[in-house]
């Protein structure tokens, strides 16, 4: 079993930062991308930003240049720096991860529980 737990969201004043951790555990043969998306209660959960195999990076429009993904190999973590926050990046955040836990297992989707960021104008 895979389980993803996220860290790290909160109340933050606008132009505020925080940092978003997500951590894989259990039965792990391979990552092959670590991503982070959000959703609020009007919209569908939408991308924010991937990392896929060691070192291709996307983001969306709407957070490129002011957050900033990376990863822990060796702890199966993904992180999110976000700074220069705004209002409406107010959602509940939640880490993807598409992983193998043997090695003639297909990759898989998982999903962490989610962490609410919230933002004061």
């Known amino acids: 079993q895979v389980q993803l737990v996220e860290s790290g969201g909160g109340l933050v004043q606008a132009g505020g930062s925080l940092r978003l951790s997500c951590k894989a555990s259990?039965?792990?043969?391979?990552?092959?991308?670590m991503g982070w998306y959000r959703q609020t209660p009007e919209n569908q959960r939408d991308f924010v930003a991937i990392?896929?195999?060691?070192?291709?990076?996307e983001y969306s429009d709407s957070v490129k240049g002011r957050f900033t993904i990376s990863k822990h190999n060796v702890t199966n973590t993904v992180y999110l720096e976000m700074s220069s926050l705004k209002p409406e990046d107010t959602a509940v955040y939640y880490c993807?991860?598409?992983?193998?836990?043997?090695?003639?297992?297909?990759?898989?989707?998982?999903w962490g529980q989610g962490t609410q960021v919230t933002v004061s104008s």
């Open positions: 259990g039965t792990i043969f391979e990552i092959g991308s």
């Open positions: 990392i896929i195999g060691e070192e291709s990076i």
């Open positions: 993807n991860m598409a992983l193998k836990r043997f090695i003639n297992e297909p990759y898989y989707q998982y």
